[in-house]
């Protein structure tokens, strides 16, 4: 609706003028039509006052819905990707664990909120490094009812590749032969990754005594504490252990580029 005009009053009369009272029969006459113009645009003014008030109103809920949107697609999205990465009963893994898992515990699916240095010592339902994600159903005896559940945890196998001591030369990963593999250092090697998909993977390496000696990485963008990456191993802070284990978590995006990080 455009701006409704407010119509010029017609000339006063002044005293003097030969004409004053044809001016004031006209000025007079004006008012009326005058003050519906004003009055009109008044309301006017109150409308598009009011339609504002209703889009501002209306932004903010839309912001405010588009945020529970996000909020509500990244919880789907971390709950996908820590099925995704499901590694099976929390009693029978030991050692160091990353982010994105899910594990099996009391009847429920837990995903990790943390990385864990040793997954022993932090009990879903115990510790606050875990979230319940789906709550399973079992009869009296005990065993879990998978019925009705996409999640077939006796159904879930991961298979570990162990490379065993290797001491020279370059060690090969192949993706798409186990998501879970091992190597254990034991003197200057190269590491390469081969038969990685087009799509998205991830590949968990047990290493063993990796500070020991030195290791060439293939070309991986370390994930770094602020958020960025380096392709420096050292620019993460993390020291491989000389007698001992670390894990190593790789992936990709589909993109070619590799990703990383250690613990």
């Known amino acids: 609706m455009a701006y409704p005009p407010i119509q010029e009053l017609p000339p006063a009369p ?8 044809e001016k004031a029969n006209a000025h007079v006459a004006a008012l009326t039509p005058w003050t519906q113009d004003v009055n009109a645009a008044g309301a006017f003014i109150e409308q598009c006052v009011t339609a504002a ?7 903010a809920e839309s912001a405010d819905q588009a945020a529970d949107s996000a909020t509500a697609a990244e919880q789907s999205r971390s709950a996908a990707a820590s099925f995704a990465n499901f590694k099976g009963r929390w009693a029978d893994l030991e050692g160091a664990l990353l982010q994105p898992a899910s594990v099996l515990e009391d009847g429920k699916i837990w995903t990790l909120l943390t990385d864990l240095a040793d997954v022993t010592l932090s009990q879903p339902g115990v510790s606050d490094d875990w979230a319940t994600e789906l709550v399973l159903q079992g009869d009296a005896a005990g065993p879990i009812n998978m019925a009705g559940y996409a999640l077939n945890v006796d159904a879930v196998k991961y298979n570990t590749v162990n490379k065993g001591a290797v001491s020279a030369g370059t060690v090969s990963f192949d993706v798409e032969a186990a998501t879970k593999q091992k190597l254990t250092v034991g003197g200057a090697i190269t590491i390469e990754l081969t038969n990685k998909p087009a799509n998205d993977w991830e590949l968990e ?10 290791i060439t990485f293939p070309t991986v963008n370390w994930l770094i504490g ?17 007698s001992g284990a670390n894990t190593l978590l790789l992936w990709g995006t589909g993109t070619g580029d590799v990703y990383g990080r250690a613990g």
């Open 53 to 59: 008030a209703e889009s501002r109103d209306g932004a």
């Open 205 to 214: 390496i047990d290493l063993t005594n990796g500070g020991a000696f030195a």
């Open 226 to 242: 602020d958020g960025t990456t380096s392709t420096i191993f050292a620019d993460m802070g993390v020291t491989l252990n000389p």
């Open 14 to 21: 002044q005293r003097g003028d030969t004409d004053f009272s």
